[in-house]
């Protein structure tokens, strides 16, 4: 009930491959929490794209976002900076950017007048935060320390960036409402929004599975104390 889709030798291995890159932008001078910040200002960026339905755009943004994050971390480690503060700031701008991202695909769906992938997105959101509130929660309770908790559950952060990648860059190739209304089967639901869909319905899908994982895993955990 507790294996992820990330294998923790996946993630030692990605974050050893991060590490070179992350000592590059030490090198120019920026800390662990200048990234952070870049970090988030990709997200940020990204859900203006979104609230633009600049769907490829976002889906490229989300991607590189997720990739960048992993670089304050590196560089944490490889200059003896990981530190609390640090560690506090990459998990709050880390959830900051997820739900910014979100609010954009809203407002880009909204415009287009439908409201089902409103509500799998609002569904999606608060299930990825809940994934994020059970590992905080716990660790705060002393179960489960250190990184242990993220690799419980089937969608860590990882994860689900990349099922909304795949969702947002489908829905940039994939065809929309036409700009003509009036030609015929212009008011067929869009591809574009379907594509979305499926994201953020797998994604509340596996986030809630993730949650119920990691309840049972501190059940399990509170009674073996």
Do not use: C
Request: charged share 15%.
């Amino acid at each position: 009930m507790s294996g992820s889709i990330v294998s923790p030798e996946l993630r030692t291995r990605v974050r050893g491959l991060a590490g070179p890159v992350a000592r590059v932008f030490g090198r120019l001078g920026l800390t662990p929490n200048h990234l952070t910040l870049i970090g988030f200002a990709i997200a940020a960026i990204a859900a203006v794209a979104a609230a633009s339905q600049a769907w490829l755009a976002a889906g490229i943004l989300v991607i590189g976002g997720g990739v960048f994050d992993l670089f304050d971390g590196a560089l944490a480690r490889a200059t003896g900076r990981a530190n609390k503060l640090g560690a506090f700031m990459d998990s709050v701008f880390d959830r900051w950017g997820e739900g910014v991202v979100y609010v954009g695909i809203v407002w880009g769906t909204l415009d287009m007048g439908l409201w089902r992938p409103i509500i799998l997105t609002a569904a999606a959101a608060v299930s990825a935060f809940m994934v994020s509130y059970t590992r905080a929660k716990s660790e705060s309770l002393g179960f489960t320390p250190g990184t242990r908790m993220a690799n419980v559950g089937l969608a860590p952060r990882e994860v689900r960036i990349v099922i909304l990648t795949i969702g947002l860059v489908a829905a940039g190739l994939l065809p929309g409402f036409p700009e003509d209304m009036d030609v015929p089967g212009a008011m067929a639901y869009p591809l574009s929004s379907l594509a979305l869909e499926a994201a953020l319905g797998l994604i509340t899908i596996l986030a809630t599975i993730t949650t119920i994982q990691r309840i049972l895993h501190v059940r399990a955990q509170a009674r073996e104390d």
